[in-house]
């Protein structure tokens, strides 16, 4: 069990470009979960995934964000047209259940 | 709607002193659980302590012990004799049992100790 593992850690685009993120979860977690974090505040839901299914978005997640989970395992979430209000950490979380989240270390964008 | 609210954005403490982080919460529903979490500056969120909405008992893990109180809707955490590696910023979140599946976090408390 290595934890959940993002990539990449840091990305750097400019703004009108497409940026994707990969989330691969904990093995046998059917629950993952996106949120965004920017500087001085707490993490922000985007989305949750049980298995390969979108259960649930955020407000917060405009047309530009699209998340998958094919066949239930890794996840992406990719950013469309970068706008420079888009930087921020972007965090995977996974979830045997409802008990608690478990985190990797992010994924830091930056759109110039 | 749920909400989480930690009114302390920093705390500044000299090591061994005792300090105590705040959080009320706001929730719909009768079953929901609590969380505090632990993020230190190398980013990744640690997982804490976890508490059920039926389960009132305060809890003790070495230094850190939990508050729980439904009466005032808070959750509060207490570091005992601080040392400088608890410096982080700690998190408290909500999850509710019935209304979506999503955790909702805090802004966060900004624990420095100095030596």
């Known amino acids: 069990d290595t934890g959940v593992s993002q990539d990449p850690r840091h990305k750097i685009t400019k703004r009108g470009q497409n940026v994707t993120f990969r989330c691969d979860p904990i093995s046998e977690h059917n629950r993952l979960y996106w949120y965004r974090q920017t500087l001085g505040q707490g993490p922000e839901f985007l989305t949750y995934?049980?298995?390969?299914?979108?259960?649930?978005k955020s407000r917060l997640l405009s047309d530009r964000f699209s998340a998958e989970r094919p066949k239930g395992s890794f996840s992406t979430l990719e950013i469309q047209r970068t706008e420079q209000g888009d930087s921020a950490m972007y965090l995977c979380a996974s979830s045997p259940s409802d008990e608690k989240l478990f985190f990797g270390s992010g994924t830091q964008l930056s759109v110039l | 709607a749920q909400k989480v609210t930690q009114a302390q954005t920093e705390i500044s403490v000299v090591e061994k002193e005792d300090v105590t982080l705040d959080c009320v919460y706001e929730t719909r529903d009768t079953t929901y659980y609590l969380f505090w979490y632990k993020q230190p500056p190398s980013g990744e969120l640690v997982f804490l302590i976890r508490?059920?909405?039926?389960?009132?008992q305060n809890e003790i893990s070495g230094r850190y012990s939990w508050n729980f109180q439904k009466s005032t809707s808070s959750f509060n955490f207490t570091i005992t004799a601080s040392q400088v590696v608890d410096s982080a910023v700690y998190f408290c979140a909500l999850s509710e049992a019935n209304y979506g599946q999503n955790f909702v976090f805090g802004p966060g408390t900004r624990l420095s100790v100095l030596p």
């Open positions: 508490r059920n909405s039926f389960d009132e």
């Open positions: 995934f049980q298995n390969e299914a979108q259960l649930e």
